[in-house]
Nanobody, 124 residues
Framework: QVQPVESGGGLVQAGDSLRLSCAAS????????MGWFRQAPGKERKFVAA????????YYADSVKGRFTISRDNAKTTTYLQMNVLKPEDTAIYYC?????????????????WGQGTQVTVSS
């Protein structure tokens, strides 16, 4: 079992950068695909980015492609989301999720373990 814990959220201005971290406890982290999702106020949770077990394959929502980068350090059992050129519409609670399988998907229902979320607020 993997328990993700997010950190790194905060209040920034449009155009700024922020890096989220997701520390995952558990013995099988290196065998888990990881994903980031976000939920804006009054909206459904949506896919942001995902990475497979080895870090060789990554996937992004169109809205963040070219601005966000997902990465992982299996030795540190940590997944990162580097967010650049932030926009007010990026304001949301960001959730880290782990999948039991090593291959990443963009489907929220494929992820088995979820963190509590970290708030990111981007002011204009």
């Amino acid at each position: 079992q993997v328990q993700p814990v997010e950190s790194g959220g905060g209040l920034v201005q449009a155009g700024d950068s922020l890096r989220l971290s997701c520390a995952a406890s558990g013995r099988t982290f290196s065998g888990n695909a990881m994903g980031w999702f976000r939920q804006a106020p009054g909206k459904e949770r949506k896919f942001v980015a995902a990475i497979n077990w080895s870090g060789t394959n990554t996937y992004y929502a169109d809205s963040v492609k070219g601005r966000f980068t997902i990465s992982r350090d299996n030795a540190k059992t940590t997944t990162y989301l580097q967010m650049n050129v932030l926009k007010p519409e990026d304001t949301a609670i960001y959730y880290c999720a782990a999948r039991r399988l090593p291959y990443a998907t963009m489907n929220e229902g494929d992820y088995n373990y979820w963190g509590q979320g970290t708030q990111v607020t981007v002011s204009s």
